[in-house]
């Protein structure tokens, strides 16, 4: 058989059937409703044996747009005679032999849990999407409702770091292509899915100083991790009080507001600590010795490696 495409003028005059309609827009939109978490349930306990759908509410079951109403939608729930709990499912159901979308209720059986879901593909059958479960306890005269929605997600935008989407909603994901980071809105701000910036030498020579191993910096994901080098003293003597280290953190890569400790072994088997400082301090970025013994000429300071702490 011949390769098919549609819609197209070559392909029955652009006519779609249902069928290929849903082979079509199918992957168009997720499954599920439109909304997120914090919104009220779209299922909520009615009055006695029944639940309501609430008005207003989108969705999408394989490419098939669906709409609750502009009123609220009551769905009898059917008594309980059993002996043991019955657990009903509220879906959201694309039924093939009329191809429409509606939320029905899916009976369970007491004692035996939820009912599984039916996700047929092909032309023919049903395909459903959760909303909430039912409990009908023995003989209950009213239900309770545990929300189960799926919420419709959102693509992958390409942009830059200074091109980010200027309204995005929660949810939203995009690509920074000049940094390569991957970032998510959480709701008040962007947050760092995906990033790596690769080895980076963080050596800035000071003339006191000779460096005998470089510094090494490196971020992934929001997490930045320091290898400190070593350095030769050749400066003066320097008491307890505070020196700076050869070393410099890019701004990017330095903690908003806190330091960062670490210890240094100093020529004679002595221990010094030492201190990467915050952005929002008057060092941002520097690295300094800050409680040692005296330091001679030709001293060596070897910091512990391994200095660890997270940015945005």
Same mark, same amino acid.
């Given at each position: 058989m011949a390769q098919l495409s549609w819609p197209s003028p070559d +392909? @029955?005059?652009?006519?779609? =059937?249902?069928?290929? +309609?849903? #082979?079509?827009?199918?992957?168009? $939109?997720?499954?599920?409703?439109?909304?997120?978490? =914090?919104?009220?349930?779209?299922v909520a306990a009615g009055p006695g044996l029944s639940v309501n759908i609430r008005a207003d509410v989108y969705g999408s079951v394989r490419g098939r747009a669906w709409y609750s109403g502009s009123t609220t939608v009551n769905v009898p729930i059917p008594a309980n005679g059993a002996s043991s709990t019955r657990t009903d499912r509220i879906v959201l159901r694309l039924d093939r032999a009329d191809w429409t979308v509606r939320a029905v209720r899916k009976g369970g059986t007491a004692g035996a849990g939820a009912p599984a879901l039916t996700q047929q593909l092909g032309e023919t059958g049903v395909y459903e999407v959760p909303l909430a479960r039912v409990t009908v306890l023995a003989g209950a005269a009213a239900v309770s409702v545990t929300r189960e929605e799926l919420f419709i997600g959102t693509r992958l935008r390409p942009c830059t770091s200074s091109t980010r989407p200027p309204m995005p909603a929660v949810g939203d994901f995009a690509v920074e292509l000049d940094t390569g980071r991957v970032i998510l809105w959480h709701g008040d701000a962007w947050r760092i899915v995906y990033s790596h910036t690769g080895p980076l030498v963080v050596t800035a020579p000071i003339s006191s100083w000779n460096v005998t191993a470089d510094s090494v910096i490196e971020e992934r994901s929001g997490n930045v991790h320091l290898r400190l080098g070593s350095f030769e003293? =050749?400066? &003066? =003597?320097?008491?307890?009080?505070?020196?700076?280290?050869?070393v410099l953190i890019p701004a $990017?890569?330095?903690?908003? @507001?806190?330091? #960062? +400790? &670490?210890?240094? +072994?100093?020529?004679?088997?002595?221990? &010094?600590?030492?201190?990467?400082?915050?952005?929002?301090s008057d060092r941002p970025g520097q690295v300094w010795l800050v409680q040692y013994p005296t330091i001679a000429r030709n001293d060596f300071v070897m910091p512990g490696s391994g200095i660890s702490w997270v940015v945005e």
């Open positions: +392909y @029955n005059a652009r006519a779609v =059937t249902d069928s290929e +309609y849903e #082979q079509m827009a199918a992957r168009f $939109s997720d499954d599920g409703v439109d909304g997120r978490p =914090t919104d009220p349930a779209v003293r =050749t400066g &003066g =003597t320097v008491g307890d009080g505070g020196v700076r280290l050869p $990017s890569l330095r903690h908003p @507001n806190r330091g #960062q +400790y &670490g210890i240094a +072994y100093i020529t004679g088997a002595r221990i &010094g600590r030492l201190e990467v400082f915050a952005a929002n």
